[in-house]
């Protein structure tokens, strides 16, 4: 009897592997049709406006008005910001002044084309409002939708100011010349001459990471994922038990077809890095945004990876999906890429920072007065950062 119930057991075991593989290449080919048929929804909207349904969904609870006294609220969540006259001004103690710096340096270029306006900026990795308390204004760069009140804007490290590693040591920023470098790079090797192999790399931040670098150890033929050192660092224990590994330049990892992107404390800075590589991107899908990511469009930008399949067999399941759909893998990637291209350029930020500080300055219910206490910010000091 009890060889009966193991083969009853092994069989179970077997169906429902079958079942979860069949599963995932049915929601897999199924939302790819789907997506490449439908496609993007965009044309004949100007820059200017590309991004205002994103900026108007994080500021439709505060269309009643912000109050002075809401705002006395935030002004321990964040930097003070002021423009008036078209100068602007911002707490003078700066807990990271690269991330300030990266901030700044958008929004002095910018003030020349500004109302009189207040905001406090939260320049931590993590949003502060969650929806169990009254909405209050809070800029921050990341959330998880649906759970944060806060106000998104584009974060510091489109000029300075993101995580700083051995191959990048004053941080990652720069993003349109490294933008630039990348597409060059994904030029001259295109996608069929790449590894087909699944990479990643990145420090330990989250357990999300976890399942992949497994996959990876056992079907180093399938993925070449790994760790690297954090800053708190200790011992292989932070690695998954085996050796760091040593820091790689964005572009090392355009030489592969496939591309894996987890969230780390917040939304994850590399993101769109791997998009202008051009290869296809695995996102895992759990609802951290910065404010761009509304903009993709799941199986025609990059393939969401949903929770549950984040584990050895779905992983495996997926990637053998793609390596036998090459073609739509190719597509999807250049889809990312030409979408990175279009959209998330040094015009396109600043016109998200226009358009949500035009539309945030209006529902301001008091007059902006200069708080002395603030320094001056130059477009000099913004440039020389």
């Known amino acids: 009897s009890s060889m009966i119930y193991l083969s009853l057991l092994l069989l179970f075991t077997s169906v429902r592997g079958e079942r979860n593989y069949d599963r995932i290449y049915n929601e897999l080919s199924q939302s790819i049709a789907n997506a490449k048929n439908k496609g993007p929804n965009d044309n004949g909207i100007s820059k200017e406006l590309y991004y205002e349904s994103d900026w108007q969904r994080d500021l439709a609870p505060f269309q009643s008005g912000i109050t002075r006294e809401m705002m006395s609220q935030l002004e321990t969540m964040g930097n003070k910001y002021q423009i008036i006259n078209h100068t602007l001004y911002r707490t003078k103690r700066c807990t990271f002044p690269a991330r300030c710096q990266g901030v700044d340096r958008f929004l002095t270029r910018l003030a020349s084309q500004l109302p009189d306006t207040e905001f406090i900026l939260n320049d931590f990795d993590s949003p502060k409002l969650t929806k169990v308390a009254r909405p209050l204004p809070l800029f921050s760069f990341s959330k998880r939708d649906g759970e944060f009140w806060d106000i998104l804007y584009p974060a510091w490290s489109f000029h300075s100011g993101g995580p700083a590693i051995s191959i990048y040591p004053r941080g990652i920023g720069n993003w349109s010349a490294t933008k630039e470098q990348l597409r060059e790079y994904s030029s001259s090797h295109p996608w069929s001459s790449r590894d087909p192999r699944a990479f990643f790399i990145g420090s330990r931040t989250t357990p999300q990471r976890d399942p992949l670098v497994l996959l990876s150890r056992r079907y180093p033929q399938l993925v070449d994922a790994s760790f690297t050192k954090n800053q708190a660092y200790r011992s292989p224990q932070d690695t998954l038990h085996a050796d760091p590994s040593p820091e790689r330049p964005f572009e090392y990892s355009c030489q592969y077809k496939y591309l894996f992107n987890f969230r780390g404390v917040a939304a994850s800075f590399r993101y769109k890095y791997l998009l202008a590589c051009g290869s296809t991107v695995f996102h895992l899908d759990d609802g951290w945004i910065e404010f761009f990511y509304r903009k993709l469009i799941p199986y025609y930008h990059y393939i969401p990876l949903k929770e549950r399949d984040n584990n050895e067999k779905g992983l495996k399941t997926v990637l053998e999906y793609a390596r036998e759909h090459e073609e739509d ?49 130059s477009m000099e000091e913004s440039i020389s950062s």
């Open 329 to 377: 893998m190719k597509r999807i990637g250049e889809n990312g890429l030409s979408w990175i291209s279009s959209h998330l350029d040094d015009l396109s930020i600043d016109s998200y920072w226009l358009g949500l500080l035009s539309s945030y300055s209006l529902l301001l219910k008091f007059p902006v007065e200069r708080d002395v206490s603030l320094m001056k910010v």
